[in-house]
């Protein structure tokens, strides 16, 4: 298919581990965002890159996530000794970024379902 | 911080039914969009409004976009089982990449 993949689709883990997510964005989309999505606090940004670069990642809820992208195309979600309040399902979008004043389409995948226990 | 308020929380209806969903933000962004989410999958893009007092149309669902694009509306016209899901609005800033801050969401249940 052509949309917007995430890996895996489901993680369990426990208390203090790293855990990594994964998306591959459409091809040829520029701008990658990642978001959260939990019963508590609803879908939020966590941060997005142009190309390769993260202009803003204040929206990181801690130090203990981290995010890169590589290549301008996959990224990776890192979380650092994992709580359980990071429970949630992880969004990633892509977009091809045209500078049109926000008209552009993000594409979403189906999210990565974490449960730390 | 800029918020988007969205009302009601939880809808369900029976099929036929008009209904409307509200979404009210704190602040303008550079424009406002509405998304549909089913179970399992990430959100789908209904509409995009930039202008303020713009009207769109999609078959049965209208959007309008307040005067002062702070405000934002979805009617659904003759709800239909197949409309069930959750609708979200979400503003848009072009500043910050079109970063989306999103409303909390209304889950909507249509019953046959």
């Known amino acids: 298919g052509a949309g917007v993949s995430q890996s895996p689709s489901n993680k369990v883990t426990e208390k203090g581990k790293d855990v990594e997510l994964r998306c591959d964005p459409i091809s040829g989309h520029t701008a990658l965002y990642w978001y959260r999505q939990s019963l508590g606090q609803g879908l939020e940004f966590l941060i997005y890159?142009?190309?390769?670069?993260?202009?803003?990642k204040s929206g990181l809820p801690s130090d203990r996530f981290s995010a890169e992208r590589t290549g301008g195309s996959v990224s990776t979600l890192t979380i650092q000794r994992t709580q359980q309040e990071d429970s949630a399902v992880y969004l990633c979008?892509?977009?091809?970024?045209?500078?049109?004043?926000?008209?552009?389409?993000?594409?979403f995948g189906p999210g990565t379902r974490l449960l730390v226990l | 911080t800029q918020l988007l308020e969205q009302s009601p929380q939880f809808l369900s209806i029976q099929e036929g039914e008009n209904l409307t969903v509200y979404c009210n933000s704190s602040s303008v962004f550079s424009s406002l969009q509405w998304y549909r989410q089913e179970p399992g999958e990430g959100p789908v893009l209904l509409v995009t409004?930039?202008?303020?007092?713009e009207v769109k149309k999609l078959k049965r669902l209208t959007f309008q976009f307040g005067d002062a694009r702070k405000d934002s509306s979805l009617h659904i016209t003759a709800a239909q089982p197949g409309d069930t899901g959750l609708y979200l609005c979400a503003g848009v800033t072009f500043s910050a990449g079109n970063m989306l801050t999103f409303g909390g969401g209304t889950r909507l249940m249509v019953k046959p």
């Open positions: 890159f142009q190309g390769n670069s993260a202009p803003d």
């Open positions: 409004v930039v202008t303020g007092g």
């Open positions: 979008a892509s977009s091809s970024f045209t500078g049109t004043g926000g008209r552009e389409t993000q594409y």
